[in-house]
């Protein structure tokens, strides 16, 4: 899909605001137990921690791409993962981001916390 945009943080936002996870990162990620997604309403800010995929040890947290509000949130299974589901909608402001090229040359390991 032409009109994402991906950030370092391995997630990419399209242009009607839905957000995801990328399938790269999915692949290295072990099993996920459980995904933690802010309320409709939610603030989110860019770089910022707004959600979770909860591992069978630690967690991957989601980054917010953008400034902005969560307008929607999926009620996403971990076994309903996967790169072309989005998880929750943001109306808001996008910074830079990078393209499909540029993230895949750039892109690195997975943050755990």
């Avoid at 991906?6 to 290295?28: E, F, K, M, N, S």
């Amino acid at each position: 899909m032409s009109d994402r945009r991906y950030t370092p943080d391995h997630l990419w936002i399209d242009g009607d605001g839905r957000v995801g996870v990328t399938p790269a990162v999915l692949a290295r990620l072990p099993s996920v137990e459980a995904v933690h997604l802010p309320a409709p309403g939610t603030r989110v800010h860019v770089a910022r921690a707004f959600g979770a995929l909860e591992l069978a040890k630690g967690c991957f947290d989601l980054h917010a791409p953008c400034d902005g509000v969560v307008v929607e949130a999926r009620a996403v299974r971990p076994w309903e993962l996967n790169g072309d589901r989005w998880l929750v909608r943001v109306d808001g402001t996008r910074g830079r981001l990078w393209t499909l090229e540029e993230y895949l040359a750039r892109a690195t390991k997975p943050r755990r916390r």
